[in-house]
C-alpha cells in the first residue's frame, strides 16, 4: 500500500473534525456577539439589554474569549493539524487556554453577579459554578502536564477543558429537543437542557479519550507481531549452533584425560613419570567452596554482606522525588445552618454531595504555590443549598534550611455559598499572603497573614444584607498536615463600605481524619458576625457546622528506594 493513501485519509478526518466542531460553536458564537451588539447600543432591546448593560465588562470578556476558546480550540483537537504545524500549535494553544481560562473564570463571576433569567433557578447556578471550577481544574492541569512534558496527559485534560467549553453549542439542541417534544420552558426544563448539554459533552470527550488511546494500542501490537517471529527464530538458531558446537567438543578427545601406559619391568629402574592426572592438577578449576577457612579470614563470610550493605545505604539515601504536600476528601456532607438577623432567628439542615481539596509545593522548591477548591451541592429545609469556593495562589520561598522557609504568594481566591435563608460571597483580586512554613514530606506546617482587596461581595444573613464589593481584607491563617489529618483555621476581617454598618467578621476552621484505607471523616464550620448601625441596629450573623464522610487521603509521603 502507498503511503499517501493514511495521510490523505488522516486530512479528509481532520476537515471533516474540524468543520463539525466549526458548526457546533457557530450559533453560540452568533448569540454572543448579538449580545454584544445588544450591549454596545447597535440594536434595541427590552428589560434583557437593561439586565446585561449591569455586567457589561465581564460580559463583554466572557462571551469574546468564550468564542475564541471554541474556534481555536476545534484546529487545536484534530491530530493531523498538530503533527504537521506544531509551532502553529504551541502558539494557538497559548492563545486558547488564556482564552478558556478567561471565559471560565467569567462565567463564573457573571454566574454570582447577575441577576437570573426568567427560567434560571438554583440548580443551574449550582450547575454553572460547578462547570465553572471544573474547567479552571482541567486548564490548570492540562498545562502542568505540557511543564512536564506529558503530552498525552496534556492531550487528555485540554480535550476535556473543550468539552465543557462548547457545551453552549450542544445545548442549542438540547433545548431544540424539549420543544419537539412540545415541554414548556419552565425553570426545570432550562436546568435540565442545560446540563444534559454538558453531560453529552463529557461523554463525548471521554470517548474520544478513550479511543485515541485504543487506538494508539492496536497501532503499536502489529509492529510487535512482526518482531516477535524474528526473535523466536534467532533464538531457535543460536540453540542450534550451541548445541551442534557443544556436540563436537564431546566427540573430541582430550589428551590431558588419557590414561598413561603401563610401566614395563625393564624400566622398573627409572622414576615413574608423574601422570597426566598430576599435570593437570595444578590447572584444574578449583573446586566448589567448602566449610574450611577462607583465606580472608574466619569472619569473612560474615564481613561480606556487610560490605555491601553500604552500596544498598547510599541508594536509600539518595534524594528521592517528593510529591507535594497535599489533600483530598470526597464524600456526603451534612451541614446545620443558623441564620440571625434583627427580626428573626432560622435553622436549617442539608444533605450534600461535596468535597475539599488542596495542594502545597515541595521542600525542595522555591516556588510557593497554593491550590485549594471546596465544593459542595445538596438540600434541605432551607430548599438548594451549595458551597464552591478556592484559591489559587503562586510565589516565591527563601529556605533557610532542609524544610524551613519563609514564603510570599500572589493570587486569587473567592467563595460562594448560602442557600433560600443565608447568603455569603466574595471575591478577592490580588489576594496576597505572607508566612512561614514547615514542610517534611507528608508534614505540613504554615502560618501567616492575608490581605487582599474584595471586588465584590454579599453578605445576607435572612432579610439583612450586607455589601462587601470595593471593600478591604485581612487577617491570619494556619494550616497543618500530617500522615493521616488535616487543620485548617482562617479569620477574615472586611471592612464594609456600605455605610451599614462595622466590619463584617469571619471565622473558617476545617478538620480532617484520613486514616490511609481510603475513609475519610470530615468537619468544617463558618461563623461570620456583623453589627448594623442606624435606628434597627443590632447583630447580624450566620454560621454552619459540617460533616463529610467519603474517600480521601494525604499526599507527600516520602518514596525512598528500599
Not at 493539524?81 to 488564556?98: F, I, K, T, Y
Not at 593437570?280 to 554482606?305: E, F
Not at 479569620?491 to 484520613?514: E, K, N, S
Request: glycine content about 12%.
Amino acid at each position: 500500500m502507498n503511503e499517501p493513501t493514511p495521510t490523505r485519509r488522516v486530512r479528509g478526518n481532520d476537515r471533516a473534525l474540524v468543520t463539525a466542531l466549526l458548526l457546533l460553536c457557530a450559533v453560540p458564537t452568533i448569540a454572543g456577539l448579538y449580545r454584544l451588539a445588544t450591549i454596545a447600543g447597535a440594536l434595541t432591546a427590552g428589560s434583557e439589554a437593561a439586565r446585561l448593560l449591569l455586567v457589561a465588562p465581564p460580559l463583554a470578556a466572557h462571551i469574546v474569549s468564550a468564542c475564541a476558546f471554541s474556534t481555536i480550540g476545534a484546529l487545536q483537537v484534530a491530530p493531523g493539524l498538530r503533527a504537521r504545524h506544531p509551532r502553529m500549535h504551541r502558539a494557538a494553544g497559548v492563545v486558547a487556554a488564556s482564552a478558556g481560562m478567561v471565559a471560565a473564570l467569567s462565567g463564573t463571576w457573571l454566574t454570582a453577579n447577575i441577576t437570573p433569567g426568567a427560567h434560571d433557578g438554583a440548580a443551574l447556578f449550582w450547575m454553572r459554578l460547578i462547570v465553572g471550577a471544573t474547567m479552571v481544574s482541567y486548564l490548570v492541569l492540562g498545562v502542568a502536564a505540557l511543564r512536564r512534558r506529558q503530552y498525552a496527559a496534556h492531550g487528555k485534560w485540554m480535550i476535556r477543558a473543550y468539552a465543557l467549553g462548547l457545551g453552549a453549542g450542544t445545548q442549542v439542541f438540547t433545548h431544540l429537543a424539549i420543544r419537539a417534544l412540545g415541554m414548556t420552558e419552565t425553570t426545570d426544563n432550562r436546568a435540565f437542557a442545560m446540563g444534559a448539554g454538558w453531560l453529552v459533552n463529557v461523554v463525548v470527550g471521554e470517548w474520544i479519550i478513550r479511543s485515541e488511546h485504543a487506538k494508539r494500542a492496536r497501532s503499536s501490537s502489529p509492529a510487535r507481531e512482526k518482531i516477535a517471529p524474528k526473535v523466536v527464530a534467532m533464538l531457535v538458531a543460536v540453540c542450534l549452533v550451541g548445541n551442534a558446537a557443544s556436540a563436537s567438543a564431546d566427540d573430541t578427545p582430550a589428551p590431558s584425560k588419557e590414561a598413561p601406559a603401563p610401566a614395563s619391568s625393564s624400566d622398573a629402574s627409572v622414576p615413574p613419570a608423574p601422570s597426566a592426572k598430576a599435570l593437570a592438577a595444578p590447572s584444574a578449576p578449583p573446586p566448589s567452596p567448602a566449610p574450611s577457612p577462607s583465606p580472608l579470614g574466619p569472619d569473612s563470610a560474615a564481613r561480606t554482606p556487610a560490605a555491601a550493605a553500604p552500596t544498598k545505604e547510599a541508594t536509600a539515601a539518595k534524594p528521592t522525588h517528593e510529591r507535594s504536600p497535599g489533600s483530598g476528601v470526597l464524600g456526603l456532607r451534612l451541614t446545620y445552618v443558623r441564620s440571625d438577623s434583627v427580626a428573626a432567628k432560622e435553622e436549617a439542615a442539608s444533605l450534600a454531595l461535596g468535597g475539599h481539596l488542596e495542594a502545597h509545593n515541595d521542600e525542595s522548591a522555591l516556588v510557593a504555590y497554593r491550590g485549594a477548591l471546596d465544593f459542595a451541592l445538596g438540600g434541605g429545609s432551607a430548599k438548594v443549598d451549595g458551597l464552591f469556593g478556592g484559591a489559587l495562589l503562586v510565589g516565591l520561598r527563601l529556605p533557610v534550611s532542609a524544610h524551613h522557609a519563609p514564603f510570599v504568594r500572589l493570587g486569587f481566591g473567592g467563595e460562594f455559598q448560602g442557600n433560600e435563608r443565608y447568603l455569603y460571597s466574595r471575591f478577592d483580586l490580588p489576594l496576597t499572603e505572607v508566612g512561614y512554613q514547615y514542610i517534611r514530606g507528608a508534614a505540613l506546617v504554615e502560618v501567616g497573614v492575608r490581605l487582599s482587596p474584595v471586588l465584590t461581595g454579599r453578605f445576607r444573613s435572612n432579610a439583612d444584607t450586607r455589601v462587601l464589593s470595593s471593600a478591604f481584607s485581612y487577617g491570619a491563617f494556619v494550616a497543618a498536615q500530617l500522615e493521616y489529618a488535616r487543620f485548617d483555621a482562617k479569620y477574615t476581617r472586611i471592612d464594609a463600605r456600605d455605610g451599614l454598618g462595622g466590619a463584617v467578621d469571619t471565622v473558617q476552621g476545617l478538620g480532617c481524619v484520613l486514616p490511609g484505607t481510603w475513609l475519610a471523616l470530615c468537619f468544617d464550620g463558618q461563623l461570620v458576625r456583623s453589627e448594623l448601625s442606624g435606628a434597627a441596629g443590632g447583630v447580624v450573623g450566620s454560621g454552619y457546622v459540617g460533616a463529610l464522610i467519603g474517600v480521601g487521603g494525604v499526599n507527600g509521603k516520602e518514596r525512598a528506594a528500599r
